[in-house]
């Protein structure tokens, strides 16, 4: 009698999941989408009914107050999931996920989704490995909004943004992120980051240079008393 052949599975790997082996084990449920630029993938009150996984481009995650306050709270790059509160009780959307570019997005339905986590455990490690660094990040967010001022707040993240200190590379901030987008982000005022903006450029910690560039000496400013 033949052993059967063993199932593939996920390889693990340091920072983003395997995007064809994950595809390949959902199977039935997902969609690949071919998304615009400014095009919004959910609104904020939509039905909570599915998990994304960014293949390629960068999706920003905003939220409007009661009183029509607008903020962004987040930007997901390539390897990122959003939307994975429909996996508990969530019901509703409580943000709304707009592309920032030509963008290539999974969607996979929740029946989907818990049944590749159910199914596949090194895929549940990984997801699981995923969310608790999402939630580290979210939980340093909400010190660095505490605790530091905004100029500090916005130094952290353009380091963030240009993944400055990974692999020791410099990278760009994404080129036509608004001064708005920013000023959201932080929680300040556009006239506020364009001051310090222009601060950073006159000290040499910034340049315009084929986008907006961050030089890693940026990370003088968060670590300034």
Same mark, same amino acid.
Request: aromatic share 6%; charged share 25%.
């Given at each position: 009698m033949e052993t059967p052949a063993p199932r593939k599975r996920i390889k693990k790997q340091a920072s983003l999941f395997d995007a064809e082996a994950f595809l390949g084990v959902v199977g039935a449920g997902k969609k690949v989408l071919k998304i615009k630029k400014d095009q919004i993938l959910f609104s904020q009150g939509d039905p909570s009914d599915a998990v994304f996984y960014i293949l390629e481009g960068k999706v920003k995650l905003m939220v409007v107050s009661p009183q029509g306050k607008e903020a962004a709270v987040a930007v997901l790059e390539r390897g990122a999931f959003f939307g994975e509160a429909c996996l508990t009780a969530q019901l509703f959307r409580i943000a709304t996920a707009i592309s920032m570019g030509e963008s290539k997005i999974v969607r996979i339905? %929740?029946?989907?989704?818990?049944?590749?986590? =159910? +199914?596949?455990?090194? *895929?549940?490690?990984? *997801?699981?490995?995923?969310?608790?660094?999402?939630?580290?990040?979210?939980?340093?967010?909400?010190? +660095?909004?505490? *605790?530091?001022?905004?100029? %500090?707040?916005?130094?952290?993240?353009?380091?963030?943004?240009? =993944? &400055?200190? %990974?692999?020791?590379?410099?990278?760009? &901030?994404?080129?036509?992120?608004?001064?708005?987008?920013?000023?959201?982000?932080?929680?300040?005022?556009?006239?506020?980051?364009? *001051?310090?903006?222009? %601060?950073?450029?006159?000290?040499?910690?910034?340049?315009?240079?084929?986008?907006?560039?961050? =030089?890693?000496?940026?990370?003088?400013?968060?670590? =300034?008393?």
């Open positions: 339905e %929740k029946s989907a989704m818990v049944r590749v986590l =159910h +199914d596949e455990p090194t *895929f549940s490690e990984l *997801f699981l490995a995923y969310l608790l660094s999402r939630n580290i990040r979210i939980e340093e967010d909400l010190v +660095d909004q505490l *605790f530091n001022s905004s100029e %500090k707040r916005l130094a952290r993240l353009l380091l963030l943004l240009a =993944h &400055v200190g %990974k692999e020791g590379k410099t990278e760009l &901030v994404i080129p036509k992120m608004s001064q708005e987008t920013l000023a959201e982000m932080v929680g300040t005022t556009r006239s506020r980051v364009s *001051f310090f903006l222009n %601060k950073f450029k006159k000290l040499g910690l910034i340049d315009y240079e084929g986008g907006l560039r961050i =030089h890693s000496s940026l990370i003088n400013v968060v670590l =300034h008393d």
